[in-house]
């Protein structure tokens, strides 16, 4: 995937992404930190490629992998956001993904930690090699979560109520709205996607604006590298 130049001299652009089941991925696109439309795709490289020239993507899906142990990352998101501490999954070290199923993958993931691979974690795998692989070809992609992005929203507090409830949903588009996200009731291709997912991606989109202005945040303050090079850390 090649990547697509910064339009620059205008308002900053950026796109906030999660995954969606099978529908694949649901993209929403900030112009000056406001809601500007949204877009869905099966393939992650496609909706970046027709999201085209933005400045920042943040995507919700572990990136960077470590080669042996926890990912630090995830520990510190983990403390940080106590009561909504699940949500964040400890992700296996790299050579654990690269196995061919979860019972091979789990006694990997044994062997590098001490503790074996969640079933919830390994039914991440193809979206997050497919994430990666883009992280790995855009320097423009970075990791969050939106977890911890509504935290942040609500000044270092964690969500009382739980992403899929009705409290949850309106307070974390309450939240939004009042950071200058207003998400507007017709999203257009977004419309058919899970309530949960489109406000996941714009808390994405929110950080992705952030880091585009130079002053998001990071778990851990001291991130580790990743075996290619790039650090593994949770932006917002």
């Known amino acids: 995937m090649g990547v697509q130049p910064s339009r620059g001299g205008g308002e900053t652009d950026v796109l906030g992404i999660?995954?969606?089941?099978k529908q694949g991925w649901v993209g929403?696109?900030?112009t000056g930190g406001a809601y500007a439309e949204s877009l869905v795709a099966v393939s992650l490289a496609a909706l970046i490629e027709r999201a085209g020239a933005v400045d920042t993507i943040?995507?919700?899906m572990p990136l960077g992998l470590v080669e042996k142990g926890w990912r630090a990352a995830d520990l510190a998101a983990r403390s940080l956001l106590g009561t909504r501490r699940s949500s964040v999954f400890l992700i296996a070290p790299r050579l654990a993904w690269q196995e061919p199923d979860y019972a091979a993958a789990a006694h990997r993931c044994q062997e590098l930690t001490g503790n074996r691979l969640s079933r919830q974690a390994w039914a991440l795998a193809p979206k997050l090699l497919e994430a990666r692989a883009?992280?790995?070809a855009d320097e423009r992609v970075h990791e969050v979560h939106p977890e911890v992005s509504?935290?942040?929203?609500?000044?270092?507090v964690p969500a009382p109520y739980a992403k899929k409830t009705w409290r949850g949903q309106n307070m974390r588009r309450a939240l939004l709205a009042e950071a200058?996200?207003?998400l507007p009731d017709g999203l257009g291709e977004a419309d058919q996607i899970?309530?949960?997912d489109v406000l996941d991606a714009a808390a994405a989109a929110w950080s992705a604006h952030?880091?585009?202005?130079?002053i998001a945040e990071r778990v851990p303050p001291r991130p580790e590298p990743d075996a290619a090079g790039r650090l593994i850390e949770i932006r917002y």
């Open 134 to 136: 883009c992280w790995l």
């Open 150 to 156: 509504f935290c942040a929203l609500a000044g270092g």
């Open 210 to 214: 952030r880091i585009a202005l130079g």
């Open 28 to 30: 929403i696109r900030l």
């Open 58 to 60: 943040g995507v919700d």
């Open 194 to 196: 899970a309530a949960d």
């Open 180 to 182: 200058g996200v207003v």
């Open 18 to 21: 999660d995954a969606c089941g």
